[in-house]
């Protein structure tokens, strides 16, 4: 019996089939490789892209993708610091069971704040791949695929990353991506890039 959270009384019930199991099965191991950067800066064409490639291998995995979770898990949170904070602490846990269940997770969010991130990592230090698309700002702003920059230039939107709210860049991440002599790298050159990482780490085999 313990105390978590705000619950008492509760009883964590061990499973016959483990982790290691479920890696045998797939012939992989599971891992959260969370994408990390401003608005624009191609972390849904990373996520998407690097889904595809995985798939095409016969490998599984599965996107967490920050906007499509906010149709659900996350509908009822706002981008005040503190929602902020419960949507990447909720996206965390759901990334810790699906690399549990052995599949490679790919969480596609801003996710601005340095200790929100290390909270997540902290739930599964060993297999937590952070990747960082590190692209400028007026890069970024110049995409704006949703037309959000503009919205937040005009005051329309606030508390917006990058115009009035701040990114906090990863200090120690085990995957950078950025312009090569102001040249952005292809959305299968970024995915080639993480698989290429998974495959060294001998995520793409089983245990």
Request: hydrophobic share 35%; net charge neutral; with cysteine.
């Amino acid at each position: 019996m313990s105390t978590v959270g705000n619950s008492t009384n509760i009883f964590w019930h061990e499973s016959p089939v483990g982790r290691v199991d479920r890696q045998k099965l797939l012939n992989q191991q599971g891992c959260i490789v969370w994408i990390t950067g401003l608005s624009g800066s191609g972390k849904s064409t990373l996520a998407c892209s690097l889904d595809r490639t995985l798939h095409s291998r016969g490998k599984l995995s599965y996107v967490l993708d920050g906007d499509n979770l906010r149709h659900g898990l996350n509908k009822n949170l706002g981008f005040t610091p503190e929602d902020r904070t419960e949507n990447i602490r909720r996206v965390g846990e759901v990334a810790k069971l699906f690399a549990d269940a052995g599949l490679i997770c790919i969480a596609s969010l801003i996710s601005p704040y340095l200790k929100d991130r290390d909270a997540c990592r902290a739930l599964l230090p060993e297999h937590f791949i952070e990747v960082f698309l590190n692209m400028p700002l007026e890069l970024c702003e110049g995409r704006d695929p949703k037309g959000l920059y503009k919205l937040a230039r005009a005051g329309k939107i606030k508390g917006f990353t990058g115009i009035d709210d701040p990114y906090e860049a990863p200090l120690n991440c085990e995957i950078e991506i950025k312009p090569d002599n102001s040249i952005c790298p292809t959305p299968n050159e970024m995915a080639g890039k993480v698989v290429s990482y998974l495959e060294g780490k001998g995520y793409l085999e089983g245990q």
